[in-house]
Nanobody
């Protein structure tokens, strides 16, 4: 059984940074199948960052140049480094294992202006 646990959310001022972590356990085929999404109440879940089938990084348009996804295979962890945060980045952030469409519980990021 695959499980994902996010951490690292919190309250930060605009222009600040946070690093989110997604620790995967269970039968993970590849960390390339883990990506980050976010959701604001009343809106659809939005793709933030992930890896392509050949391991290249891919980003949603609104975070390009500010967010960086990375992975540590030894720790079974995928990170999301978020820099120059804006109030519109406020959301609950989820990681997702796309191979079986499994989601973590989410971590809340709040950016104050």
């Amino acid at each position: 059984q695959v499980q994902l646990v996010e951490s690292g959310g919190g309250l930060v001022q605009a222009g600040g940074s946070l690093r989110l972590s997604c620790v995967a356990s269970g039968n993970i085929l590849s960390l390339n199948h883990i990506g980050w999404y976010r959701q604001v109440p009343g809106k659809e879940r939005e793709f933030v960052a992930g890896f392509t089938s050949v391991g290249l990084r891919d980003y949603g348009g609104s975070v390009k140049g500010r967010f960086t996804i990375s992975r540590d295979n030894a720790k079974n962890t995928v990170y999301l480094q978020m820099n120059n945060l804006k109030p519109e980045d406020t959301a609950t952030y989820y990681c997702r294992y796309s191979y079986f469409d499994i989601w973590g519980q989410g971590t809340l990021v709040t950016v104050s202006s």
